[in-house]
């Protein structure tokens, strides 16, 4: 069966794929800000490869990898590694409850996720948000299936925790 | 816990604002690159057209060029090697026949006793017969030059006419 290809141009790729690499780049970078300067630099880089995509489905796993390569490039940024965001710092949340007001109004289980390593964050968006299988998760990240299974395992383990201390 | 993690992330869209923006930069980029593009395809067409050029001219130009040949005739006796002589229409080739080389001394089995020596137009010639494959070989001196003639002639008297040949010619160079 032939795969379609609607997706010509990256305008096209944006108004299909807008909203799934802005959910993944946010649940990566965990605000809005660098999530947008992450939505940006993806579909900019898309101008120069998409000549190479053969289908849609390749451009979604391209956007994807890319989104999530771009937001690893975010974390080893200099300015990044030094500075914590208020609502990762949890001895202000803790010491400031005026502060609380600027937090979202988040659902526990998005709370949870976004507590997560950044490495199973991102397969545990891959799995229960994008809906894709294991294997398509190991080839997207360059992953062995048993690393994808452990870590998706030992991220399920983690959240379960968090939740029930909730 | 997916489905509630589902219906949360549903609720998250990429900004309007963001996207119309996004948009514009995209074709910004795009225009960027499609003429970088034409550049980069101009110039390796312009580099491609060069070595094109090249090649041809490699191929192309020794042919032009003229040879620096030697026209001269090739006459025995200017060099230790084998070579037909130029001849003129009618005229017999010196040669023909004959395996014809300039030496510096007699070869060790012209010393043998089973070796004929006979005068052939005033010129002292050593004839010898190959016992194996009875050929005939000759060494013979003019113009204090040493020439050993070789062959594939079983026929003495054809082989003495030859060797006559060469000798006249020879002569008549000096």
């Not at chain 2, 593009?37 to 192309?60: D, E, P, Q, S, Y």
Request: proline share 3%; with cysteine.
């Amino acid at each position: 069966m032939d795969k379609e290809y609607t997706i010509k141009t990256p305008e096209d790729a944006i108004d299909r794929y807008a909203d799934m690499v802005y959910r993944l780049a946010f649940t990566q970078v965990k605000n809005q800000t660098d999530a947008d300067d992450i939505f940006q630099e993806v579909f900019l880089r898309l101008v120069k490869h998409i000549h190479k995509l053969k289908n849609d489905e390749h451009v979604k796993a391209w956007l994807i990898r890319v989104t999530i390569n771009c937001s690893k490039k975010h974390f080893d940024n200099y300015w990044n590694k030094n500075v914590v965001s208020i609502e990762d710092d949890s001895t202000l949340s803790d010491e400031s409850e005026e502060l609380s007001y600027m937090l979202h109004e988040e659902n526990p289980v998005t709370l949870a996720v976004k507590k997560l390593p950044e490495k199973y964050r991102v397969i545990v968006h891959l799995f229960y948000y994008e809906e894709f299988s294991i294997t398509e998760i190991g080839n997207m990240l360059k992953m062995k299936e048993s690393t994808v299974k452990s870590q998706l395992f030992r991220a399920r383990e983690m959240l379960k925790g968090m939740l029930k201390e909730d | 816990m997916q489905e509630e993690y589902q219906r949360e992330m549903n609720k998250l869209h990429a900004p309007q604002q963001l996207v119309d923006s996004t948009k514009e930069l995209v074709k910004q980029e795009e225009k960027k690159y499609k003429s970088d593009v034409v550049v980069m395809k101009k110039r390796v067409a312009t580099i491609g057209a060069i070595a094109a050029c090249f090649l041809i001219a490699c191929i192309v130009v020794p042919f032009i060029l003229p040879s620096n040949e030697n026209n001269e005739s090739v006459y025995l006796g200017d060099s230790n090697t084998l070579g037909p002589v130029p001849i003129e229409k009618g005229e017999e080739t010196p040669n023909e026949g004959l395996d014809i080389t300039e030496l510096v001394d007699y070869p060790a089995e012209f010393s043998e006793h089973q070796v004929e020596e006979i005068l052939l137009k005033d010129t002292t010639i050593k004839l010898k017969k190959d016992e194996k494959t009875g050929y005939y070989k000759a060494c013979l001196i003019i113009k204090d030059n040493i020439f050993f003639a070789d062959s594939k002639l079983k026929d003495r008297e054809l082989f003495l006419d030859k060797l006559e040949v060469f000798i006249d010619s020879k002569n008549e160079d000096n």
